[in-house]
């Protein structure tokens, strides 16, 4: 395989992965404190990252060069999750993942401004139908709604969280210093575990652990380990070998999954209309994978 063929590889599990979390975050995120959950899988998501580290490529002292690269790619990843568990307290799971397929078009602009990658006529028409797709599904395929604007709280939330999410990726490419992607995803995970449990320490000791229904212990296994360790490794690949836009194309893949995950966690399939935004989104990534 290619290299570029491997980053594509990278993110197509990434797609998957991250599905699960919108799902099953759902279940959890009015069970316990954003901040609380998010401390835990970083410290959890860093023990793994830290042992496969160790295990491969070790932790070379020069990685530890200019380490406020990490605290800010740390703490915009963070930023994103919280926003993602905050916005999830109200925003349905499909709805969520409609709102992270609108990342490519940020991370083109931000692609950008910070690498100068420029966009072709097509992978501008495909972000716009992609776009197009995801706010449909955003606005439950109500014209009026559509029309007037009327997001929701979850939604307008974790669409901030999703800005920062498109800066991150282009950042990844900005700030590596021939890092390996395992060696870099552990520093950052470290950065962004610090700053999370500087900002949620109260919710940390406010937290009633021994009391937590056991979808949060599920959740955050799943959001620690799959979400977080193996998908920030596959996005930190992905990154130094496709265009930021090609990276988070994969994006419009993941409302399809969602649908997926909520029929096999007992879940109901949304509207037919809302399916047209899906199917857009997905010939979006047809469009966009194209060279």
């Not at 995970?189 to 009633?208: E, K, N, P, Q, R």
């Not at 265009?243 to 994006?251: E, H, I, L």
Request: hydrophobic letters at 60%.
């Amino acid at each position: 395989m290619t290299p570029a063929l491997r980053g594509h590889a990278a993110m197509l599990l990434f797609s998957v992965l991250v599905a699960g979390s919108f799902s099953l975050g759902s279940l959890a995120a009015n069970e316990i404190s954003p901040a609380a959950l998010n401390a835990v899988r970083f410290a959890i998501a860093g023990v793994v990252i830290g042992v496969a580290a160790l295990a491969t490529t070790g932790l070379p002292r020069r990685a530890l060069v200019a380490p406020w690269r990490y605290f800010l790619l740390g703490g915009i990843f963070a930023a994103y999750f919280v926003l993602m568990f905050e916005g999830l307290k109200t925003a349905p799971p499909v709805s969520a993942a409609a709102v992270f397929t609108l990342t490519p078009v940020l991370a083109a602009g931000a692609g950008y401004i910070l690498l100068r990658q420029f966009l072709t006529t097509c992978m501008a028409l495909a972000l716009a139908l992609g776009a197009v797709g995801a706010l449909w599904v955003i606005f439950r395929a109500d014209v009026q709604a559509l029309l007037a604007f009327e997001v929701g709280r979850g939604e307008a939330v974790y669409f901030v969280g999703c800005a920062a999410h498109a800066v991150y990726t282009p950042l990844v490419r900005k700030l590596n210093r021939g890092e390996a992607p395992v060696v870099f995803s552990f520093f950052t995970l470290l950065g962004g575990l610090g700053l999370l449990t500087i900002w949620g320490w109260s919710d940390l000791w406010a937290t009633d652990w021994a009391a937590l229904p056991a979808i949060v212990w599920v959740t955050i296994l799943y959001v620690s380990i799959a979400a977080s360790a193996m998908t920030f490794v596959l996005l930190q690949y992905a990154a130094l070998r496709l265009p930021s836009s090609k990276v988070m194309a994969y994006t419009y893949l993941v409302p399809s999954w969602v649908i997926l995950w909520e029929l096999a966690l007992g879940g109901t399939a949304p509207p037919a209309l809302v399916l047209a935004g899906v199917a857009l989104t997905a010939l979006a990534l047809g469009m966009l994978l194209k060279d």
